[in-house]
């Protein structure tokens, strides 16, 4: 009967499995991952530390490495078919759709491809390259093929005793084509039109004559934006001169559009996108070293900062008590801004047209925010220090750094996107240095004017 | 012909639509409002100031309201529904589906939705009242009533000779379902499967017997994971009993993935997923009060612990210079795991059997940061200052605070699921506690030892 399965019964076959495999008894987890669906094995392959990883591979019946593969994110698949034979890929592949196809060939590291396309014979090679020729990232890698076309003048009977003969449609097909001669796309036809509409009608009777497309060459961002602004559950693709090429589902966007969602938040933390929560050790700690690289350089330009004001600081050694605050809490605002911009730009609402508004209303916040940071941390360190003109001089720089951090967090996403820079990937580092070194000059340049 | 909407179009609209605004010739925006997409219309009046949206709504021809609203997001929709009369609310919310006529009555503020609730006649309250009975965020908030349902026993000539005389099915139908005469659900036929059997086979021939189901009170989480983990393009929903409720589509899901993903990203930052990119400035300055709040403190914690090494500080000004580079590189280092971890915990890759392994992991990959950065940072501080043991104190402190920063990491955001804490929530700021203590502790702490 009707049957569920939940993240919590994975979890739990996962930990029977990893128990099977403690014990050694193979032959059972080979019956457990038979029982599992492909999209169920690649959560557990990837839920794996690598070395689990693969010996539960050589556990899987071959006939579904390529149903598993296709499931698989990017790091996790890389690595294990560089540890799989040329030729056991091959026949992995052959039975995966063209987008999938596309995608898994095309992250492969250009050696461990080479050698792939060379086991494969003439007929293989010639499918894998055209699904190879789309640039990364449009619609014609993403779309698939296998596309049904009708031509305008046959009645509805016709259509469905040809789809009869045919026995089965590709899977998720929910929208039929019609094509003139020359195979432009001249309508599309719902199959739920199909079952409703009187069997004498004829296609072009009940197609709709203005169908939205995709061209080849959009990028797979705004393909995702368009399903999901229109709630689409699939869409034609066309080439330049209005041929239908394929056809984009849904089922292929989902992805897409988790992937560009995640980008921010794994970009803003300096992480790979496609990094796999159980990589081995070495390859973490060389891919994430980057990042750490530059934090390292901004934390010491602002010591650099900090260092100019030695004589300040070996007056007063409260100073240095009191010298993180500024930075950290414009540090904070700034990364706030950022991060909202950054949304608002994936999500199409910051456009040239509202930007200066935009500007204008976090700069207001910067100053708001100021008002209010600044009169909290002055009491506080008045009272705490008893100094009160410590109180102002903190005061005063916690006002310029909430400003700075309302004004750069607003704009530095604007102009690096005009410089065609990720924002989510240098923003909040640049936007912590400008925040860094403003706090720091304000809060002890204050203070060596007026308490030294 | 075939036509697409770019992006870019939507932008160039938003431009012409303010210009026209700004001049006044409210005529114009009316005749450029009309020619849009109900979702093209609620992109620009995301995009726009909360004068400009409410200037913008009025222009808007009533009939469309309900369309527009259903895809506006929450602070914006309740925005624009403060500022409405209640019958012209209910107006609007006469058309629109149970799934989003759910989501836009629950998060109303309370009197706001019971004026609107009296403003309606007894048919309308029962259903709005019918629509709120799920819980926020399970599936039967997000299910669609309008299934299709079939007897077994009948053929299908008999099933398309009804669908032929319903003339429409629902939107996005994809599955008939077959249930008995108690409304149990027994059985599913893709829309596709009755246009390929041929016309003489019953329903119970060509049914899926066991269909894969969700329960209504399933979190919509959940229900989103296995939508993208199956690929999914509607699903039935039952209740204890097993009969069937209602139906979930694929669109309603893509919101909740995306919103799932965007979560963490802006909980990390402080911002409430919501948090509308053009609100007024008071509201987002006292939204984003809580977290700059939460800051302030941990700040003064941080300053209280170089307070203790007041006197190291006075005599050591270097000290102070140097103060901020080892906290820096531990929060760094430490969100990177923080973020990698919370993310596989989204995905469901993290469980019980494997958590031990991912700390571990990360604590040799912090053992391994710390060997790398502290040898770096000792030498540039002992060529920078030509001081030998003060690089060897630097580099004692940040080999401490990047292990502290790999097992905080790692191990908080499994401790405060546990404790049922969002970590994307409170996580980044416990995190950067931790690591601003530990490394100002270590660097001072060991600096008073050796260098004092």
């Known amino acids: 009967m009707a049957e569920t399965v939940e993240q919590n019964n994975v979890q739990s076959q996962l930990a029977s499995i990893s128990e099977s495999l403690n014990d050694g008894t193979f032959v059972q987890v080979r019956k457990l991952l038979h029982d599992l669906q492909p999209s169920d094995v690649a959560l557990l392959l990837e839920s794996s530390p690598s070395k689990t990883r693969n010996e539960l591979w050589q556990l899987i019946d071959a006939d579904f490495h390529g149903d598993v593969l296709e499931e698989l994110s990017e790091d ?154 229109y709630d689409w559950l699939s869409a034609p693709v066309i080439d330049k001169n209005k041929t239908l090429v394929g056809r984009i589902t849904i089922d292929d966007v989902v992805d897409i559009i988790r992937e560009d969602a995640e980008h921010s938040m794994m970009s803003m933390a300096g992480l790979d996108d496609e990094e796999d929560t159980f990589a081995p050790v070495g390859k973490s700690t060389q891919r994430r070293s980057i990042w750490l690289g530059v934090n390292l350089v901004t934390a010491l330009m602002a010591a650099a900062v900090s260092d100019l004001f030695e004589a300040t600081l070996s007056q007063l050694a409260v100073l240095a008590i009191l010298n993180t605050i500024v930075p950290s809490m414009g540090g904070v605002a700034g990364n706030q801004t950022l991060t909202l911009v950054i949304r608002g730009m994936a999500l199409g609402h910051v456009s040239q ?41 903190i005061a005063f720089a916690m006002m310029m750094n909430m400003i700075a951090a309302g004004l750069a967090g607003a704009t530095l996403p604007i102009i690096m996107k005009r410089l065609n820079i990720d924002p989510a990937l240098a923003g909040s580092v640049i936007l912590t240095t400008i925040t860094d070194v403003v706090g720091i000059f304000a809060f002890l340049g204050t203070a060596t004017l007026f308490l030294i």
């Open 76 to 229: 996790v698949r890389n690595g294990i078919i560089s540890k799989m034979v040329p030729s056991s890929v091959v026949d992995a592949l052959e039975d995966m759709d063209t987008d999938d196809l596309a995608e898994t060939l095309s992250s492969l590291p250009d050696p461990v491809l080479q050698s792939i396309l060379k086991s494969m014979d003439a007929q293989d090679r010639l499918r894998a390259e055209k699904a190879l020729s789309y640039g990364e990232e449009t619609a014609g890698f993403i779309m698939n093929t296998d596309t049904i076309t009708l031509r305008p003048d046959v009645t509805i009977d016709v259509v469905l005793r040809y789809l009869r003969l045919k026995g089965e449609l590709p899977e998720n097909t929910d929208t039929l084509y019609v094509v003139n001669r020359h195979d432009n796309l001249i309508g599309t036809v719902p199959v739920t039109k199909l079952l409703t509409s009187p069997p004498d009608m004829s296609v072009n009777e009940i197609m709709n004559e203005e169908p939205e497309t995709i061209p080849v060459d959009m990028s797979d961002s705004e393909v995702a934006s368009m399903f999901e602004r």
């Open 353 to 393: 047209s509202n930007s200066v508004w935009l500007i204008k209303k976090e700069l207001a916040i910067g100053f708001l925010n100021g008002v209010i940071w600044a009169t909290l941390i002055a009491s506080v360190i008045a009272l705490w220090k008893q100094d009160f003109m410590l109180g102002v001089v």
